[in-house]
Every structure is written in C-alpha cells, then in structure tokens.
C-alpha cells in the first residue's frame, strides 16, 4: 500500500525496515559488479528520504548510487542485468530532479519556477535527455546526445526567432556557412571534432571575420587578445590573426578539443566557450553536479546553449523552416608569398583582379598592406592567379610596393603624437628609421612613415583639412633663413613661390610676424 506524507510526497508504508512490495527477482550480477538488491535498496531508501522531507541524506544516497551505477554500466553481464542498470539509472535521474525541485520549492516558493524553468523545461514537455529513454541499441554520437537530442522551450524560444524575426539575418548567416563549410569542417575533422561546430562560429560572429564585441572579442570565433595569444594567434599592429578564418579555426578546434577532454560533456563545453572555463568548474564545484540545465551559470550562457542547438536544428532542416541554399562559391584560393610590406591594391594589380577580392581573402591585415619586415608572408589570393601575381609583382621593386610619407619633427613632438597622427605604432617608426632611443628626436629630424596606400590618402586628406601643405610627387623642398627687414614677399620672390604658398606651407595666418633666424620653407618642381 502507499501513504502520503505532510509534503504530498506518495512513499512506501514500511513493515519493519522493509516496504511491502511483491518480491523482485533480481538477476544475478557478474563478478566484481554490484550487487542489484543493495542498488535497489539504495533507489528505495533514496525515494522515502525524500518523501519524509530530508533532502541531504537521501542526495547522499543518491550520490552512492550514481557511483556504484558507474561502474555496473561499464561491467560484463547478461541481458537482463544490464537492462537493470540502466533502468535504475533512468530513475536516479529522475530522482535527482525531483530533490532539485524539493529543494528549490524549500528554500524559496516564489522563486523556485523561474529558478528550474530552463532546467527543467525538456521535463516538463516530455522529451527527456538520452539517458531518461529506453535503450534502442543505437548509438549516439556524444555532441547529439549532449546537445541537439535536447528540445525545450529555451530552445523554441529561438527556433521561433530565427525563423521569423531573425530570419533575414539567418539566412546570411547560413550563406556564410555554406561558404565556409568545406575548409571549416575540413579543420574540425583533423582534430576528430564534429563537423557541427561550425555553427558555433555562426552564433558567435556571423562567420564575420572583421566582428568585434563590445567585449573586445574579435574574428568569426570571438577570441579574446589572451586566449588568443594561449592558443597560437599573433597580433600586432600589421594584421590580427584571430580574423583569419583558417588560423582562428585551428585555434578554436585545439580550444574545444581541450575543453571537451576536461569535461566531457558538450553543453558544458560550449557554456566553458562562453563563459570561462573556470566559471563553469566553479559552479560545478558549488553544485555538485555537472547537469548543465541544473547549473546557476550568468544569463547569457544559459541562453547560449539553447540558442546553438536552435542554430543547428534549423540548418540541418532549413528547408522545413522555409530557408533556401543560395550555392555560394566556396571559400577556395591560392597562397602569395610576399616579402616585406606591400600594398594589396598593388598585389590585386599584379594578379589581374579586383582590390576587394584580395581584401576580402585576408581579413587579417589591417593596413592594406603585408607587414614590413617579413619574408614569404602569406597572402591569399583568388585560386588560380597566383603564378601570374607572382611574376608581375617581381618587376616591381621593393621600395615601390608601398606608399610612404615624411615627416619633419616638430617642437614638442614625442614619437607617440607623430605614430596617433599617422595611424601607426612607434615601434614600426622606430625600426624603419633605426632609432635606437625612440626619446631621442629633435625638432627638424626628417622621419620615414610607413603607410598602406589607404592611410597615406586619408592622412593626406586630413593634412589638406588641417590647412598643412602636401606637396605634389616629385616636388622638392627649399628653405631660407629670415633676415633683418625681410619681408614675406620678398622671400616669396627670392624663392620664386607665391606668398599664399608661404603661407600655406608654413601655417602662417595673415596676422603673423616672421622674425630674424626663422626658417621658412617652400616646395618647388625638382629642376
């Protein structure tokens, strides 16, 4: 018979120490495996535990079960043994969401539904985890049992999303997959990943190399500047590997295989990808369990998860939520190598293409240009030109291959002001012009500027918007030194320039002096 406690809890009416139950032929177990009569009695006092309302003695139990359930699941036995095991593993399952509710409902009534709301959701729609299902004999690959088998309202949530609202954007994003797909899945493959984790870059960027987060998170993999540097991507002033989507696949794939062989289970690995690894051991530790649904981790982790197997449901079933394959030219090219710095426009040139290809194909530069410096740097260009880009691009000297500007060092200038002018880094000033002291420059040193074609036009425009003289190709500079009684005119005409050149050339507002021992400067054709 059964009885109901004061918690509405239905337990066993007990005769002694023993339920009143019809007997229960257990079948044998193998050597060296547990016993089922001291598991079933385990489950039992488990379940009356908590139907009396004591919660941590019959977690306790439940703890010793789930130990001992381990070890059967992997011992040698019959049929109906192992059928056993795994029925009374479905129930600690169960059990354990039952304490879990108990629990929360103990410690605050109000709360406790939105608290297990997205723990519990698969539960309360009936689609339970794999290990809640009876045994098929079908074996299922870990990430689908960890993850994509799991259907709830969080993830409705944003299937519901993605195929309305959000669906435009979707479908650019699976644009960018489709594209992407050969050479990411290929990388994922190497490092015996699943192929599926390519749309985890899609719900981390887009696949949008150039994304950066609020969070200073950059590339289609969203590597922040130390966990890149951890995993083998270079930046610095020239390019920034974490938007190259090959070298920032391998670096992502390395990162997960690690994470999965800490913890063994893909939804925490993607929640450890979200939020930290150390976050997710530490709520782990706190809650002692590694349920990722039963963990309190921050907000948008809880969301995160769901919101990837949304990802994954729709495209492997676009069709169903009414998205299209659009058959994108897959991502495919050739590798330039290129010594020193030079522009990519120059490089388009050389291999008979639009600049925005080439821009396009390497992400990871940020000034236009190869990194100075380098032998043999990597630039991709479209399959099939590089021979072509090549040959052309050795007709062209070194010193040509980029657009470089002067500088005068004026008074109370650092070399910091002169490289935030510029758009560079002091470091490159100073290796281009050999300064061994960066401290060391005075008014009137003449500085070689290293700058892409791109950032040479925009400072020349921003020059020109300042009232600074930028003088044509070819014209060079002549100077003369201010005597008594000059006159801005009669130096106009000694140096054969106008006085608004003058003027222009040196910043000298109509309301200036000039004044014996100033240089005043002009720019004429060479010749």
């Not at 593993?89 to 169960?94: A, F, P």
């Not at 809650?287 to 969301?303: A, C, E, Y």
């Not at 043999?376 to 980029?402: C, M, N, Y």
Request: some cysteine; proline content about 6%; charged content about 25%.
């Amino acid at each position: 018979m059964e009885a109901t406690n004061a918690n509405g809890f239905l337990h066993h009416a007990l005769v002694g120490d023993d339920p009143v139950s019809a007997p229960i032929e257990l079948p044998v177990a193998p050597d060296g495996s547990p016993d089922l009569t001291v598991l079933e009695d385990l489950c039992l006092t488990a379940l009356d535990l908590a139907a009396d309302g004591r919660i941590d003695p019959a977690q306790d139990h439940l703890f010793t079960l789930e130990g001992l359930l381990d070890s059967a699941e992997t011992a040698e036995g019959d049929s109906n043994y192992v059928a056993h095991v795994r029925s009374l593993q479905r129930r600690t399952w169960l059990l354990a969401g039952m304490l879990a509710e108990q629990e929360a409902f103990a410690q605050d009534p109000a709360n406790a539904d939105s608290l297990l709301e997205v723990g519990y959701g698969q539960i309360s729609r009936l689609d339970f985890p794999d290990s809640l299902r009876p045994a098929t004999g079908v074996t299922l690959e870990p990430i689908q049992a960890d993850l994509l088998k799991v259907n709830n309202r969080a993830v409705d949530r944003w299937v519901q999303y993605f195929a309305g609202r959000g669906k435009r954007n979707f479908q650019v994003w699976l644009d960018r997959v489709d594209r992407a797909d050969s050479l990411v899945t290929a990388i994922l493959k190497e490092e015996g990943l699943p192929s599926e984790l390519i749309y985890l870059a899609m719900i981390e960027s887009g696949l949008n190399p150039r994304a950066v987060s609020s969070a200073s998170a950059v590339g289609p993999w969203q590597f922040m500047a130390g966990t890149a540097k951890m995993h083998g991507l270079r930046r610095n002033w020239w390019f920034d590997e974490r938007r190259d989507l090959a070298l920032s696949t391998k670096a992502a794939a390395r990162y997960l295989k690690r994470l999965y062989e800490e913890f063994g289970d893909w939804s925490l690995v993607l929640a450890a990808y979200n939020s930290g690894e150390n976050l997710v051991e530490r709520r782990i530790r706190q809650h002692g369990h590694d349920n990722f649904w039963n963990l309190r981790l921050p907000s948008q982790t809880t969301d995160y998860v769901p919101k990837y197997i949304a990802a994954v449901k729709i495209a492997t079933h676009r069709d169903q939520y009414g998205f299209v394959y659009n058959h994108p030219v897959p991502w495919a090219y050739d590798i330039l190598p290129v010594d020193d710095a030079t522009d990519l426009d120059l490089i388009a040139r050389c291999a008979g293409v639009p600049p925005r290809q080439i821009t396009e194909l390497n992400p990871a530069l940020l000034r236009g240009a190869t990194p100075a410096g380098l032998k043999a740097f990597p630039v991709r260009v479209p399959l099939g030109t590089a021979v072509h880009a090549r040959s052309e691009l050795k007709k062209i000297p070194a010193d040509r291959r980029l657009t470089w500007r002067r500088h005068k060092v004026e008074r109370g200038q650092t070399l910091g002001h002169i490289a935030r002018k510029y758009g560079t880094s002091v470091a490159d000033i100073a290796k281009l012009n050999h300064l061994a002291n960066v401290q060391l420059i005075r008014p009137g040193d003449q500085l070689l500027i290293p700058m892409p074609a791109e950032l040479a036009a925009r400072a020349a425009k921003r020059s020109a918007e300042k009232g600074h003289y930028v003088p044509p190709d070819g014209w060079k500079r002549v100077s003369y030194r201010v005597k008594s009684g000059d006159t801005l005119g009669a130096i106009a005409r000694k140096l054969r320039v106008s006085v608004k050149h003058l003027r222009r050339v040196n910043g000298l507002p109509r309301s200036s002096l000039i004044y014996p021992g100033q240089r005043i400067y002009a720019y004429r054709p060479a010749g």
